[in-house]
């Protein structure tokens, strides 16, 4: 039975690229180990399965005519063939234990074993979020702990846990803004925000009803003072700055930004997603920051790559201390307790339960195994590795701003632009030499941006090897090799896609072949 290669070979190059080698003709389709896996539908075949069930006994139909007219169609297939199909996709997936990962803590960040070794243990992987509270004491105790080392290391004095990750946690914050705004009888409408902000801070800002007013950045990469002062004004609710910012810039004006929005009667909210060049050297309660979420899943490990878990815990200055969520940790006269309704001022709640256990579980095992020298450490580590790349990288891919950087490096296309290689084509050439990409046209404010962001775990001796590879692709572009960059990925199991026809005409659903091509 042939296979159907609908949307693959459609959107696959229909020649061999200049300067390319030509595909290997191996009978299988499969190069070497690279396995040319196809769809699990696509290996099907009828009445293949894993198990032998006996055929079930007729029952009177309950359904009420709703009932399936037509086969469900899942793929039949034995056993083996399942464990093969997804053991050969998993062994397609770039992760930080293979190499670097330019994107660092934004998402593949190394995670210590012993972290997901105490997470799996009993009493903490079997919790439950009904349990009665005298079962989960312990479940309880951790979260305060954990409450108790982030309103430490930020030196703000409340902390709301059950967030669920960064976005949420924006939420949260500004949601608390607007509640103590709403208390003073005061709501506003506006709130401004740095041009070079997360892309959520906006989408935040806009599902609050606040009518978004950006913030341009000045030739230094950071948010223009004079011109976040002349959009001041008596209905600005607050600014939502990131620091540092996605330039991967230290704020340095970040008090005049302070006193200034809070002059205006506004509040200051921080994204903290990057908190991981800071921990342990700053604290954000000393910037005059009123609020600011904090990704556990970035800073103290368990990266989020691929959708997986997050928490986005958000602390809180003293004026919006009283307006944070619902539930919370109390020390009570039998121990733990949740406090689940409150007569004050706190706005509601952001979730059902209490916050994402594992990832807490995780986020502490971090800390205690860190100290706080250590998680200290972590930063200058981050910031070290970060600035390394600046320095051995700067003389033939000049950074967009020359000023010492923070937990990351951004750099631009400008020194390409005569070469015929783009931004994207240098990220493309950088898969065949077995790296995944590093985070490429962000922030928006910088043309054919490219951000790497190293972290704090990598050694000396990956860092050369991963800068010995970008200087080699940038020399082979200024050499003329345009037509190889174009061609890139060679190496990888799928070539580069036709990507304005994968825009334009996606095929997002698998069909079965026709009949007649079944029979051929």
């Keep these: 039975m042939a296979m159907n290669r609908e949307g693959r070979g459609a959107t696959a190059p229909t020649a061999t690229a200049p300067g390319a080698p030509a595909p290997a003709a191996t009978f299988s389709g499969h190069r070497g180990l690279q396995y040319d896996e196809p769809l699990i539908f696509e290996q099907g075949q009828p009445g293949r399965m894993g198990v032998d069930l006996p055929e079930p006994q007729p029952i009177a139909a309950r359904l009420g005519g709703l009932g399936r007219t037509q086969p469900i169609?899942?793929?039949?297939?034995?056993?083996?063939?399942?464990?093969?199909?997804?053991?050969?996709?998993?062994?397609?997936?770039?992760?930080?234990?293979?190499n670097?990962?330019?994107?660092?803590?934004?998402?593949?960040?190394?995670?210590?074993?012993?972290?997901?070794?105490?997470?799996?243990?009993?009493?903490?992987?079997?919790?439950?979020?009904?349990?009665?509270?005298?079962?989960v004491q312990g479940a309880l105790g951790v979260i305060d702990e954990v409450a108790r080392w982030i309103k430490l290391l930020t030196g703000m004095p409340a902390v709301a846990m059950s967030p669920g990750a960064g976005a949420?946690?924006?939420?949260?914050?500004?949601?608390?803004?607007?509640?103590?705004?709403?208390?003073?009888?005061?709501?506003?409408?506006?709130?401004?925000?740095?041009?070079?902000?997360?892309?959520?801070?906006?989408?935040?800002?806009?599902?609050?009803?606040?009518?978004?007013?950006a913030v341009p950045s000045n030739a230094r990469g950071r948010i223009d003072l004079a011109a976040f002062?002349?959009?001041?004004?008596?209905?600005v609710a607050a600014v939502m700055l990131t620091n540092p910012n996605t330039c991967g810039l230290f704020e340095d004006e970040i008090l005049e930004v302070a006193d200034a929005i809070h002059a205006a009667g506004g509040f200051f909210y921080c994204d903290g997603a990057n908190f991981n060049a800071l921990v342990g050297r700053v604290r954000p309660g000393d910037l005059g920051i009123d609020t600011?979420?904090?990704?556990?899943?970035?800073?103290?490990?368990?990266?989020?790559?691929?959708?997986?878990?997050?928490?986005?815990?958000?602390v809180f200055s003293a004026a919006l201390a009283p307006y944070a969520p619902l539930p919370y940790v109390v020390h009570g006269p039998q121990g733990f307790a949740l406090v689940e309704h409150d007569s004050g001022r706190a706005f509601g709640r952001m979730k059902a339960f209490h916050g994402q256990m594992g990832m807490f579980v995780r986020a502490l095992t971090y800390m205690k195994s860190h100290g706080g020298d250590g998680l200290r450490q972590v930063a200058e580590d981050a910031v070290l590795a970060a600035n390394y790349i600046l320095a051995q990288m700067q003389d033939v891919l000049p950074p967009t701003y020359p000023a010492?950087?923070?937990?990351?490096?951004?750099?631009?296309?400008?020194?390409?632009?005569d070469t015929g290689v783009t931004t994207?084509?240098?990220?493309?050439?950088?898969?065949?030499?077995?790296?995944?990409?590093?985070?490429?046209y962000f922030p928006l404010i910088v043309h054919g941006a490219m951000l790497v962001e190293p972290t704090e775990t990598e050694s000396k001796a990956s860092l050369d090897l991963f800068i010995g590879t970008l200087r080699s692709l940038v020399a082979r572009a200024r050499a003329g090799e345009a037509d190889a960059f174009h061609a890139a990925p060679r190496l990888a199991p799928t070539?580069?896609?036709?990507?304005?026809?994968?825009?334009?005409?996606?095929?997002?659903?698998?069909?079965?072949?026709?009949?007649k091509q079944a029979a051929e």
């Excluded at 002062?229 to 209905?235: E, N, P, S, V």
């Design 73 to 98: 169609d899942l793929p039949g297939l034995a056993e083996p063939q399942v464990v093969r199909h997804f053991v050969r996709l998993s062994q397609k997936n770039y992760a930080i234990d293979a």
């Design 100 to 135: 670097l990962y330019p994107l660092g803590s934004c998402t593949m960040k190394h995670n210590p074993r012993l972290n997901e070794k105490v997470a799996r243990l009993p009493g903490f992987a079997d919790l439950h979020p009904l349990q009665p509270l005298q079962t």
């Design 168 to 213: 949420h946690g924006e939420l949260c914050g500004l949601m608390a803004i607007r509640a103590a705004l709403i208390a003073r009888g005061d709501p506003r409408q506006r709130v401004l925000v740095p041009d070079s902000a997360h892309g959520t801070n906006p989408a935040t800002a806009a599902l609050c009803a606040y009518e978004v007013d």
């Design 229 to 235: 002062k002349q959009k001041l004004g008596a209905d």
């Design 292 to 314: 600011m979420h904090i990704n556990l899943h970035k800073t103290f490990s368990t990266p989020h790559g691929g959708g997986g878990p997050g928490a986005g815990p958000v």
């Design 404 to 417: 010492p950087c923070m937990h990351e490096v951004l750099f631009d296309d400008r020194d390409l632009k």
């Design 424 to 440: 994207l084509d240098l990220a493309k050439a950088l898969i065949d030499e077995g790296y995944h990409p590093m985070t490429v």
């Design 495 to 515: 070539r580069r896609l036709d990507e304005t026809r994968a825009a334009r005409q996606p095929i997002l659903r698998w069909t079965p072949p026709s009949p």
